[in-house]
């Protein structure tokens, strides 16, 4: 199938019947799978068994971004290309993206009290997180506040374009500034530092999120395409009895 | 499975994903329900879209 034939809502509907599905089998597959080897791999040298909770913040965080990301180039398909699923894609990944967001910070919190001491600390990472948050839930306000989807879409593009400049300053901001938290450990230049045994029910973990990210996106895309045609409906019903 | 001093911490965060994931997931799934009831409950009254007709 082309990808411009997915601008139409019926056959985008059709597509996600059979991917939500098979998505979520290979999530719960996936995560079962990486979160039982994060278990049995060896205690982390320095941290002990506090490392388990890698397997859940870090796929977490990469989600968070990504959505981001991806609300982002959404973004640009309403207010540049004006695609008919853009401004759905990126409606239907806010609260995803939120929730994974929150799922980061509050592991993170966890995280953090036995490590460094404090379950929050005004740093970069965690700072530049927070605030990713707050544009999540800025950008599913925006279409809370607006009744007309087309008016709210352009409304909230141009916030989430704006607020994108926070995903660079989350990724960097540990190489920028003196920061508690650790640098980047997975997506580097000379490779990972992560020992094998560590990285690979990590990598497994996260390949689980992916999928039930995109099972839950193509599930909240299906429901904003059936609120719209709702809406339609109703107007039309109310045509209808307004006329008759 | 000995989880070490700080035990509590790892049970409350994978307690968290549980909570937060499984919440998305159910408002996700209710969402869906309540929206097809309602437009199989408008077309039952005879709406239709222009497409449909």
Redesign the interface.
Known sequence: MPFYELANPHRFLQLARVLIPALAVLALALIGLGLGLG?RAP?DYQQ???V??MY??VP?AWIALFAYTLMAVASLGTLVWRHPLADVAAKAAA??GA?FC??CL??GA??G??MWGAYWVWDPRLTSVLVLFLLYLGVIAVWGAIDDPGRAGKAAAILTLVGFINVPIVKFSVDWWSSLHQGASVFRLDGPTIHPSLLTPLLISAAGFAA?FFA?QL??M??EI??R??R???I??AA?AEAG | MDLGPHAAFIVAAYAAAAIIVGALVLWVAADYRALARAIAELEARGAKRRSDR
């Open positions: 278990f205690p002990g068994e506090m388990r909770v859940i913040h977490s609260p995803i929730a929150l799922l509050v592991t966890l995280w009290r036995p039930l839950l599930a909240a299906r429901n059936l609120r045609r709702l339609t409906l109703g039309l019903a209808t």
